[in-house]
């Protein structure tokens, strides 16, 4: 779905944010992970065509980035900012959420069907006619989730969307990132929280400096323990517990660890 060859970038000259990337996205859910400013949003900003690259392409269903309008991509790939305050400008609830299906020329009837289906989705649709800012941050970040939703693209790009939300909250991005990979969308996302990309995520790809340090099912990728030091990367609670009990395999859920632990004898 996406080729991404030879990729680099540098917002000045002094610094390469990104240098060399190869990487190709099926349709399988992928976590971006790698400590701060390693290159993750960059990645997703040229990605989305709000950053031109200096050297390398990127091709979304065969067509180059570089050759598509604005327009064009947002009808692609849809991009959840991190801070729901770079993404709300309008009065109300709804019209916040039909504002990018109206955008990319969607119908009226059908943008508002679009938008009240997303607002379902993340349970907001009891606040049509509220004024987005009077939403606490947990629901303005579950709003810009709707309003990318709305937009019915193929890529959906979260940037930190666990972050601002409590127990609640993640599980319903939990049901949300699951009802997408049920559309089979590709489901990509940047996070810092290690417990979630093993629950929710079936690839993960780890950066580090600006580089692709790891890439593969989650699972061996968290059993990478040397290189994820490199990345100043820790897997995730239970997986470290696991491992410094003595189990043989890499156990990423609470679930898994039930089960192992039936079948577990402890080193002697
Ligand atoms: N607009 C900008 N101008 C100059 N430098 C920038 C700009 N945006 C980001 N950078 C720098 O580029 C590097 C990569 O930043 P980026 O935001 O892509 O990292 P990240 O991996 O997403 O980090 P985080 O996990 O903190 O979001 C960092 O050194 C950052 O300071």
């Not at 540098?10 to 190869?22: A, C, D, F, M, P």
């Not at 399988?28 to 040229?46: D, H, M, P, W």
């Not at 607002?119 to 606040?127: C, I, Q, R, S, T």
């Amino acid at each position: 779905m996406i080729k991404i060859a030879n990729l680099s970038f540098s917002y000045n000259k002094e610094t390469r944010v990104l240098s060399g990337i190869n990487l190709e996205f099926d349709r399988r859910s992928t976590a971006i992970i790698g400590q701060n400013g390693a290159g993750k949003t960059t990645l997703v900003k040229l990605m989305k065509g709000l950053l031109k690259a200096d050297e390398g392409k990127i091709l979304i269903h065969e067509h180059d980035v570089s050759g598509k309008t604005a327009a064009q991509l947002a009808r692609t790939i849809g991009l959840v900012f991190q801070n729901p305050n770079d993404q709300i400008f309008k009065r109300t609830v709804l019209d916040e959420v039909m504002f990018g299906p109206l955008n990319i020329k969607m119908d009226k009837q059908t943008a508002k069907e679009k938008a009240i289906e997303a607002l379902k989705m993340v349970e907001l649709d009891d606040k049509l006619e509220m004024n987005p800012h009077d939403l606490s941050l947990s629901e303005k970040k579950l709003l810009c989730i709707a309003s990318v939703v709305a937009m019915d693209t193929d890529i959906i790009i979260f940037d930190e969307p666990t972050i601002a939300q409590d127990h609640g909250g993640k599980e319903k991005i939990r049901q949300i990132i699951q009802a997408l990979k049920d559309k089979n969308k590709l489901v990509m996302t940047i996070i810092h929280d290690m417990d979630f990309v093993a629950e929710n995520f079936e690839r993960t790809i780890v950066f580090n400096d600006g580089q692709v340090l790891l890439d593969g099912e989650t699972r061996d990728v968290f059993s990478q323990k040397e290189l994820l030091k490199t990345a100043c990367v820790e897997a995730p609670g239970i997986t470290k517990l696991a491992e410094r009990l003595g189990f043989k395999d890499t156990v990423l859920t609470v679930d898994e660890f039930i089960n192992m632990k039936k079948t577990y004898s402890p080193p002697q």
